[in-house]
């Protein structure tokens, strides 16, 4: 069984940055794939970065490319989520989810391939 853990979000005015962290329990961190999605409220869970278990493949949705920055390290089986610039609509709570399955880019932005999430820290940009 993997446990995620997000810490890191809060409130912050537009412009600002903030930096999400998600630990990892289990030693097989370095063996999958890792992704961060958000959810507005009354909105769907939608995704926002992924990074491959080796981090030499890394994907970003379009809305946050350039403004966000998704790392890992298997050392301390933790991945990150660098968010500068940030905009009101970005508000939401955000989740990191590990995918034991993932085996092609195309897998990456669907939340239903992931197979363990954590429980969600909130983000709140103020205009």
């Known amino acids: 069984q993997v446990q995620l853990v997000e810490s890191g979000g809060g409130l912050v005015q537009a412009g600002g940055s903030l930096r999400l962290s998600c630990a990892a329990s289990?030693?097989?961190?370095?063996?999958?794939?890792m992704g961060w999605f958000r959810q507005a409220p009354g909105k769907e869970r939608r995704f926002v970065a992924a990074?491959?278990?080796?981090?030499?493949?890394?994907y970003y949705a379009d809305s946050v490319k350039g403004r966000f920055t998704i790392s890992r390290d298997n050392a301390k089986n933790t991945v990150y989520l660098q968010m500068n610039s940030l905009k009101p609509e970005d508000t939401a709570v955000y989740y990191c989810?590990?995918?034991?399955?993932?085996?092609?880019?195309?897998?990456?932005?669907?939340?239903?391939?992931?197979?363990?999430w954590g429980q969600g820290t909130q983000v709140t940009v103020s205009s």
């Open positions: 990074i491959s278990w080796s981090g030499d493949s890394i």
């Open positions: 289990g030693r097989t961190f370095s063996s999958y794939a």
């Open positions: 989810a590990q995918g034991q399955h993932i085996t092609s880019p195309s897998m990456t932005t669907n939340w239903r391939n992931y197979d363990y």
